[in-house]
T-cell receptor
Framework: AQSVTQLGSHVSVSEGALVLLRCNYSSSVPPYLFWYVQYPNQGLQLLLKYTTGATLVKGINGFEAEFKKSETSFHLTKPSAHMSDAAEYFC???????????FGSGTRLQVQP | SQTIHQWPATLVQPVGSPLSLECTVEGTSNPNLYWYRQAAGRGLQLLFYSVGIGQISSEVPQNLSASRPQDRQFILSSKKLLLSDSGFYLC??????????FGEGSRLTVL
């Protein structure tokens, strides 16, 4: 069965600092991996995805993530945090058969001025 | 372009009352449809998904049910709500094995 572990339910960074949100997964099949962002009382918006090919994927709002098969990781990074990045971030992995996604428990990012 | 509509946006219901949340997708055909629930401070739990009209897969045994009466319509129901049914309910759609596209969510409070 597929599963996702997000280390750190809360992460706080200063504006302009590096953002690093950690995600590790387990999957019995080659995974499709996703990062979503959720602002308060809203649905989830796709930041980026990895399916096949290049292991470094770039997404919206300056975020990127690198698929590392040997480490079963898909960490999300952004070089310089902005106040508008404050939100909750979810990592997800496709299920076997690719009919649904399994989500991590989420990481709430705070950006301090 | 594709859009997804979900309503109502907020709902306050007494324990034991019925529930109906509706979701419709526009601009695509034969999508996979999903209901997820997000409890306070927790991740997203898949409740139901559907790959076609009348085809419903249930992930978690509970007092909720789902129906798909039309290709782009997905309904979440309950005959009698429990306190534990409170949460943020998200409808989503997908084509094939790609990413999910989410609605804006429905916040249910059961009192």
């Amino acid at each position: 069965a597929q599963s996702v572990t997000q280390l750190g339910s809360h992460v706080s960074v200063s504006e302009g600092a590096l953002v690093l949100l950690r995600c590790n997964y387990s999957s019995s099949v080659p995974p499709y991996l996703f990062w979503y962002v959720q602002y308060p009382n809203q649905g989830l918006q796709l930041l980026l995805k990895y399916t096949t090919g290049a292991t470094l994927v770039k997404g919206i709002n300056g975020f990127e993530a690198e698929f590392k098969k040997s480490e079963t990781s898909f960490h999300l990074t952004k070089p310089s945090a902005h106040m508008s990045d404050a939100a909750e971030y979810f990592c997800a992995v496709s299920r076997e058969g690719r009919r649904a996604l399994t989500f991590g428990s989420g990481t709430r990012l705070q950006v301090q001025p | 372009s594709q859009t997804i509509h979900q309503w109502p946006a907020t709902l306050v219901q007494p324990v034991g009352s019925p529930l109906s949340l509706e979701c419709t997708v526009e601009g695509t055909s034969n999508p996979n449809l999903y209901w997820y629930r997000q409890a306070a401070g927790r991740g997203l739990q898949l409740l139901f998904y559907s790959v076609g009209i009348g085809q419903i897969s249930s992930e978690v045994p509970q007092n909720l049910s789902a129906s798909r009466p039309q290709d782009r319509q997905f309904i979440l129901s309950s005959k009698k709500l429990l306190l534990s049914d409170s949460g943020f309910y998200l409808c989503a759609w997908a084509l094939g094995g790609g990413e999910l596209f989410f609605g804006e969510g429905s916040r249910l409070t059961v009192l």
